[in-house]
């Protein structure tokens, strides 16, 4: 059995995080889960939904992306904003190409098991998972829990777009932490080089294996809308969660030892999924 937290990894521009990794000789799958935006592996109640993944015979892998603020020696919230700044979505993807790495040689070396990668996402996470599993052959099955369906809308317009170029930064206030958690302007500058790459709706059409959308219908950080159209671009049915927000009931720090009821449903929603 492996089983393991706070190992490192490099990732993109040769920068160090940590990743976690529970997975039995008896595991029928290993799930990857990928945070979202201003999130990291340890948030909330992600520690309880890994053991309730495990507890139902899947192996579950979770990491803190390499320039999501967080270092390897203080992983929770964000001491390194000028590697939040730096990130970029071409990072994102190669944070997760190389934990998928990591994960097969853990099943096929350490294991010596054959078994399949399914991608987890969340919110930004779930965007993520889609473009990479289109491009990986690996991937066998994505789940995306209130996954966005477009990077390019979330970009400043207007006058806030130009003001951003001239400027080379801009903020965005993070209301737990109370932190002005800065972007460089080569985070849209990446965007624009990788364009086709960084296109959810036509990763989504493109996508040749099992996927599901499940979403809270009182979402307001990523509408519901988004959720529809992510189903309706893979040709799939959403999984509504009625009454849930985005986080699905689940905030940090998060003190309890049971899940909220939201993200239980969410989950059970995800494991009926995976073992169909």
Do not use: C
Not at 160 to 181: A, D, F, I, L, P
Not at 210 to 218: A, C, E, K, V
């Amino acid at each position: 059995m492996i089983d393991f937290k706070n190992k490192i990894y490099v990732g993109s521009d040769h920068r160090k995080s940590l990743y976690d990794a529970k997975i039995d000789k008896t595991s029928k799958a290993v799930v990857i889960f990928i945070h979202g935006y201003k999130g990291f592996k340890d948030w909330g109640a992600w520690n309880l939904m890994a053991d309730a993944f495990f507890q139902e015979g899947f192996g579950f892998v979770k990491f803190n992306m390499t320039h999501n603020g967080g270092t390897i020696d203080e992983p929770i919230d964000f001491p390194d904003l000028k590697a939040f700044a730096r990130n970029r979505y071409s990072y994102e993807l190669f944070d997760v190409a190389t934990i998928i790495d990591e994960t097969q040689r853990l099943i096929e070396k350490e294991l010596e098991l054959d078994i399949p990668i399914y991608l987890l996402g969340h919110s930004r996470g779930g965007g993520i998972a889609i473009l990479q599993a289109v491009k990986d052959s690996r991937i066998k099955k994505v789940v995306s829990l209130a996954g966005i369906s477009d990077i390019e809308s979330r970009f400043p317009m207007g006058e806030q777009m130009k003001e951003w170029k001239e400027k080379g930064v801009y903020y965005v206030t993070n209301s737990r932490t109370h932190q002005e958690m800065p972007h460089y302007f080569s985070w849209y500058e990446d965007f624009l080089e990788h364009r086709n790459e960084l296109d959810i709706e036509l990763a989504a059409r493109e996508l040749k294996i099992p996927f599901l959308q499940i979403h809270g219908d009182m979402d307001q950080s990523v509408s519901i809308s988004e959720g529809l159209a992510l189903a309706a671009y893979t040709d799939t049915r959403i999984a509504i969660i009625k009454g849930a927000e985005h986080t699905f009931g689940t905030k940090h720090p998060w003190d309890s030892d049971q899940l909220p009821e939201d993200l239980k449903k969410a989950i059970n929603k995800a494991i009926e999924f995976f073992n169909k």
